[in-house]
């Protein structure tokens, strides 16, 4: 697990219950709504990796799956280009 990956899975562990947790940090391609990331949790959990990042999600990847799991998550990360960061 990469830094960015592995900085999604704990972030993404505070917005689920700590069994979810668990299961998210043993399996990153596990299904985040299926663990409990209802909406109102994925907005919170977008501002704080946000915040704690030091990056912005643009409106183009914000959308259900980018956040279906912590990998698809950390790819769109990647993927965004260094002046996205604040």
Known sequence: MDDVLRSVVEIAHRHLS???GAVLREDPDADLA?????????????VELEERLGVELPEEAIHAETF?????VADALRQLPRESAR
């Open 18 to 20: 700590p069994k979810a």
């Open 34 to 46: 299926a663990l409990g990331l209802t909406s109102l949790r994925t907005v919170d959990f977008m």
């Open 68 to 72: 279906r799991t912590a990998r698809t």
